[in-house]
């Protein structure tokens, strides 16, 4: 549902890994008019493909497995289980981007890619905006240590069975936002998966 927005200011307050932009705006009301000035800090972020790879001839996904600043104070550690995923270049189809982050991350090529969803992981702070996939995969040759040097990436492929994957799900092993929503995704999704792709 759109309502007015009046943008009173707009300015970078920092430019460097992110771009932090500070907003001076009002925006409309459920009751009508518009609220009173109000400031937000925005985290300016582009768009995200991030994919699941499944094998449905071993019934088994990839994970891979990186550091994360973010997480930097979990008691678990800053090394977080994802989904591969990657950042789109101006004009780069969405899709491209996850066939291109797949190889880079995991050296994976894509067979089929079924969409999942589009959202917005913290809306109250980034623009950022994840197109959420899972691929068709044979992950035979699946593992290893990948990335790319020159972005200082540094990824673990984990191959594991879906049924692994799932209690690792539920007992906290997995804790990110892209792996929680593909994996929940596949256990509703996974014999349609298997009768359209196959199970070998």
């Known amino acids: 549902m759109t309502r007015p927005v009046d943008i009173l200011e707009q300015s970078v307050a920092y430019q460097g890994f992110f771009t932090l932009e500070r907003y001076r ?7 009508g008019g518009l609220s009173g000035e109000i400031v937000r800090e925005l985290f300016r972020r582009g768009r995200v493909a991030a ?6 001839a071993r019934d088994a996904v990839v994970l891979v497995e990186q550091f994360r600043i973010g997480a930097l104070e979990a008691a678990t550690g800053a090394w977080l289980l994802e989904t591969v995923a990657g950042y789109a270049e101006p004009n780069e189809a969405i899709e491209a981007v996850a066939h291109r982050e797949a190889e880079e991350e995991a050296d994976l090529a894509l067979q089929d890619l079924w969409r999942i969803c589009d959202y917005y992981p913290t ?35 984990h191959v594991l069975p879906f049924d692994e994957a799932m209690d690792m799900l539920d007992n906290g092993m997995i804790n990110s936002a892209m792996p929680i929503i593909a994996l929940q995704w596949l256990a509703l999704n996974r014999e349609r998966l298997l009768d359209l792709w196959g199970n070998g």
């Open 51 to 56: 994919v699941l790879p499944y094998d449905p």
């Open 123 to 157: 809306p109250g702070a980034s623009s950022e905006l994840v197109s959420l996939f899972c691929a068709r995969v044979d992950a035979g040759e699946g593992g290893g240590i990948h990335g790319l040097d020159d972005e200082g990436e540094d990824i673990r492929v």
């Open 25 to 31: 705006l009002r925006h409309g009301l459920f009751s």
